[in-house]
């Protein structure tokens, strides 16, 4: 059993306990004997990430999250806590949390995260959440950098907040990327996106959560 912090007896005992008890599939009881055992010892990775497990099961999505999250400040590479705590947001549909655990759940699951952050940045785009909106593509251009239509709607923030200097290089990334994928046409849609050849339609792209 991994330790994050102490481990008192007690906890150990309690989280035990839980463990036998758990192939009974009560996910209730489970969660409210985790919460026991962190109760006693709050630092116990596997009462932390039992408690995610048990809290997703029966729609305890914030503490779910606030469980995962807690591994994963901790054990940045804990893919199980990644996956726990993107599925925790993604039910709880707080945006500037789910682009962090999309950024998170990247070296497990890139398609989905990178899908994932780009509706974020979009939708919020649509509705004029620049700050979502920026850190989303920003986060899009981390696991991407060449990803056009990042660049392009970061250079169209930048230049609705009068940030002149980020713009001009933002959109001088853009023409230099027009080169390698030529635009193809523009997409008259709920939003006039800008689609270059052999990039997936925004349409096609959708959030799920993560099995």
Known sequence: MQRIGRRPEEAKRVHNKVGALARGGDNAADFARFQTAL????????????????GLAVGRHAEAAVAAERVLAADPTNKKAARLRYNACFALDE??????????????EPQIASNGLLKVAFDAFDVNDTALARNAFSKV?????????AHYFGG???IGEGN??????????VR???KRF?????????RGMISWDNLEPLEAME???CL
């Open 39 to 54: 109760n006693l010892d709050p630092n116990l990775q596997e009462s932390l990430l039992g408690l995610a497990t048990a």
């Open 95 to 108: 945006k500037p949390r789910l682009v962090e655990a999309l950024f998170g759940l990247a070296p497990y």
């Open 141 to 149: 251009l981390r696991l991407k950098p060449d990803y056009p239509q």
């Open 156 to 158: 169209l923030i930048a």
């Open 164 to 173: 002149d200097a980020e713009a001009t290089t933002v959109m001088g990334r």
């Open 176 to 178: 230099s990327l027009a």
């Open 182 to 190: 030529p635009l193809q046409r523009v997409v008259v849609a709920d």
């Open 207 to 209: 959030i799920s959560p």
